[in-house]
T-cell receptor, first 113, second 116 residues
Framework: GDSVTQMEGPVTLSEEAFLTINCTYT??????LFWYVQYPGEGLQLLLK?????DKGSNKGFEATYRKETTSFHLEKGSVQVSDSAVYFC????????????FGKGTTLSVSS | NAGVMQNPRHLVRRRGQEARLRCSPM?????VYWYRQLPEEGLKFMVY????????ESGMPKERFSAEFPKEGPSILRIQQVVRGDSAAYFC??????????????FGPGTRLTVT
């Protein structure tokens, strides 16, 4: 079945460090890929997305590239801030179905000053 | 443009009581999804609705859970005879019709249900 696998956390970094959160997927169809962020006590916010192979999604300094050959969508940021501390979820949706998002388990990021 | 609204934000129920969770989608959105987040886990899909229709309920437990999205008013997720295992955060999301070509789902702030 369709699934998303994320690296387990927590990820603990110092401010201005480089961030990578790995995400790989298995999909029977041709998916769109997303990263969502959840701040403590809040709902999910869409961080970035990519809808086809080699697309790069970017927002607020975060980037992720849709790699069909490696079925990956790794999240990166060159210099993290304390305010980036949150839980990050990788997710996919099968375009043909257009229904449920399938989420990874989430990766907790903690950034200290 | 208001986002997806959910209420209540926090709900406490004793075992055996009923829980009703409400979701108002974004303006112009006709599709509603409910997800459940158990502690330390990702979100799991429960049900997908359009106005007056349940399109996909493959993630919904067979008993005690039901959902509706009436012609007027918010979508309701109802849990009857709650048990401690129902304690979780329940998130609603909405999206534009598929014809728009957009698959983005916008999430509400969630309802945190605690069963005592």
């Amino acid at each position: 079945g369709d699934s998303v696998t994320q690296m387990e956390g927590p990820v603990t970094l110092s401010e201005e460090a480089f961030l990578t959160i790995n995400c790989t997927y298995t999909a029977t169809g041709y998916p769109s890929l997303f990263w969502y962020v959840q701040y403590p006590g809040e709902g999910l916010q869409l961080l970035l997305k990519a809808t086809k192979a080699d697309d790069k999604g970017s927002n607020k300094g975060f980037e992720a590239t849709y790699r069909k050959e490696t079925t990956s969508f790794h999240l990166e940021k060159g210099s993290v801030q304390v305010s980036d501390s949150a839980v990050y979820f990788c997710a996919l949706i099968i375009n043909q179905a257009g229904t449920a998002l399938i989420f990874g388990k989430g990766t907790t990021l903690s950034v200290s000053s | 443009n208001a986002g997806v609204m959910q209420n209540p934000r926090h709900l406490v129920r004793r075992r055996g009581q009923e829980a009703r969770l409400r979701c108002s989608p974004m303006k112009g959105h006709s599709h509603v999804y409910w997800y459940r987040q158990l502690p330390e886990e990702g979100l799991k899909f429960m049900v997908y609705l359009q106005k007056e229709n349940i399109i996909d309920e493959s993630g919904m437990p067979k008993e005690r859970f039901s959902a509706e999205f009436p012609k007027e008013g918010p979508s309701i997720l109802r849990i009857q005879q709650v048990v401690r295992g129902d304690s979780a955060a329940y998130f609603c999301a909405s999206s534009l019709p598929e014809i728009s070509g957009s698959y983005e789902q916008y999430f509400g702030p969630g309802t945190r249900l605690t069963v005592t």
